[in-house]
């Protein structure tokens, strides 16, 4: 019969140090114990402030680090954040990563990506891999996988913690980053109306994401409120992808009569609509208003600038990477992300 060994209290096995100097040697001139040294490196909230001070400032003076490897061991996980992620926008998934790495920076921990594709069946098998051998501390669900009901059982059962980055709450505001997507529509639509747009297109993303769903709903809801239906012809659904945004907008601008504005459910498909218009000499925006969606680095560098609803992406990975981190128990602030429409030079009143 085996033996198993007993569980490992992270503050009773606290980290050795590998730089100039040891736990033992910052807690002899702190004159505390190893376990307080060690609730300190590992960010636990049963540290007095004025001792938490002088322990830091102690750590920087000698220059030593935590050993990662021996925090592991004491902990019976890596210090590694997860981010798991489906999504075709290639900058989206940049700017997330950046906004995540700005929390854990002088964290002690580091991130680790598992793109995946959500329309397979073993996909979930797969993160379930991709956690287990990492050992990961927790993980950011980037949509659409965020929403994802069986990926996040799966997680609960392995014991991982997960921040949930979605269009709307669909978790407990703890593990919850709603990102209202809706409004920032709504506001799309009352300006192209307020402009004096009537034939209007939309480019939608693929239904399956909630993303798309909630922009395009609160977009032809808005519309209807002031008394305009779009015709389904008029509403044809992209790929989140640049190429997808051409072929949408080729859809649409063959139409009779044809658009003189077009909302698109993110900025690479609103680049698509650019080159779509270039082709059939139209232009932007005498001829044809574009409004894109995440104000992405793109809406500035096109020419016209584009009118796009701001979403704080790099923000929302930095929200999702704080959440993650932060000790049990300490209290957290739910962030408010509140989109809203930067309007540049890409729409004007129809001629």
């Known amino acids: ?46 540290v007095q402030q004025e001792t938490r001070e ?7 003076e000698v220059g030593y680090v935590p050993d990662p490897m021996a925090r592991g061991l004491a902990f019976r996980k890596s210090f ?14 940049v ?29 979930i098998d797969g993160v379930r891999h991709f956690v287990l051998q990492q050992r990961l501390h927790g993980v950011i669900l980037v949509p659409r996988v965020s929403e994802d009901s069986a990926l996040v059982e799966m997680l609960q059962q392995v014991g991982c913690r997960y921040a949930r ?37 939309l480019i939608t993303g693929p239904q399956r994401y909630l993303s798309t769903r909630e922009r ?5 809801q808005a519309l209807a409120k ?14 989140y992808t640049f190429e997808s945004g051409v072929a949408c907008a080729e859809k649409l601008l063959a139409l009779e009569p044809r658009p003189t504005a077009i909302f698109t459910l993110n900025d690479e498909m609103a680049a698509g609509v650019y080159k779509a218009a270039f082709r059939m000499g139209l232009s932007i ?17 096109l020419w016209p600038s584009l009118s796009s609803v701001r979403l704080p992406i790099r923000d929302m990975g930095s929200f999702a990477a704080a959440m993650l981190i932060a000790a049990d128990g300490e209290a957290r602030s739910v962030p408010l992300i509140a989109p809203h429409l930067v309007v540049r030079e890409s729409c004007q009143s129809p001629v």
Do not use: W
């Open 216 to 220: 395009g709903a609160g977009f032809l």
């Open 226 to 239: 002031r008394g305009l239906e779009l015709p389904a012809t008029h509403v044809v659904e992209g790929g």
């Open 80 to 93: 590694l954040i997860g981010m798991v992620y489906d999504n075709p926008n290639a900058q989206y998934i």
């Open 95 to 123: 700017n997330m990563q950046e906004g995540a790495l700005d929390s854990l920076r002088g964290s002690g921990f580091e991130l680790v990506v598992h793109p995946c594709d959500s329309k397979s069946d073993d996909y």
């Open 165 to 201: 980055i979605a269009a709307v709450s669909l978790d407990e505001p703890a593990r919850m980053i709603a990102t209202n997507d809706r409004q920032g529509a709504v506001e799309v639509a009352n300006y192209l109306e307020s402009l004096g747009h009537r034939h209007i297109g």
């Open 54 to 60: 002088k322990i830091e400032a102690l750590i920087r």
């Open 1 to 46: 019969m085996t033996r198993r060994s007993r569980d490992v209290n992270p503050s009773d096995s606290p980290p050795t140090m590998n730089g100039g100097g040891t736990i033992n040697d910052i807690a002899r001139l702190a004159g505390v114990s190893k376990k307080t040294v060690s609730r300190v490196i590992n960010r636990s909230p049963l």
């Open 285 to 301: 925006p005498e001829q044809l208003s574009v409004v894109g969606f995440d104000d992405s680095p793109l809406a500035a560098r």
